[in-house]
């Protein structure tokens, strides 16, 4: 499955933005679909993930009630909603998709990826 996300921009603190991740190629509804986040010097982190099952989202801590996702099957698309955005909060956000059967935070976990889309939050 190809995934491409887009997006992302440069917005002020307590500000919001809708970050989108298309999808091609693969059975989109079978998939659990993510998203994670890499600032600079930092490693790849967790944010979201929708499961395919179409149960309740599982946020990181760090974004859990700021943030929602969200996802279209009948779109192949899936949405991540950022708001009351931090300086924090700046990274490239990636979107990614796992054939597991279980949802998870481990980026090992996830079988494809997006290109990533920037989002920059001034203070």
């Known amino acids: 499955v190809q995934l491409q996300a887009s997006g992302g921009g440069l917005v002020q603190a307590g500000g919001s933005l809708r970050l989108s991740c298309a999808a091609s190629?693969?059975?989109?509804?079978?998939?659990?679909m993510g998203w994670f986040r890499q600032a600079p010097g930092k490693e790849r982190e967790f944010v979201a993930v929708s499961p395919w099952s179409g149960s309740t989202p599982y946020y990181a801590d760090s974004v859990k009630g700021r943030f929602a996702i969200a996802r279209d099957n009948a779109k192949n698309t899936l949405y991540l909603h950022l708001n009351s955005l931090k300086p924090e909060d700046t990274a490239v956000y990636y979107c990614?998709?796992?054939?597991?059967?279980?949802?998870?935070?481990?980026?090992?976990?996830?079988?494809?990826w997006g290109q990533g889309t920037q989002v920059t939050v001034s203070s």
């Open positions: 190629g693969g059975t989109f509804n079978s998939y659990n």
């Open positions: 990614a998709a796992s054939r597991r059967n279980y949802y998870s935070d481990r980026r090992s976990e996830y079988d494809y």
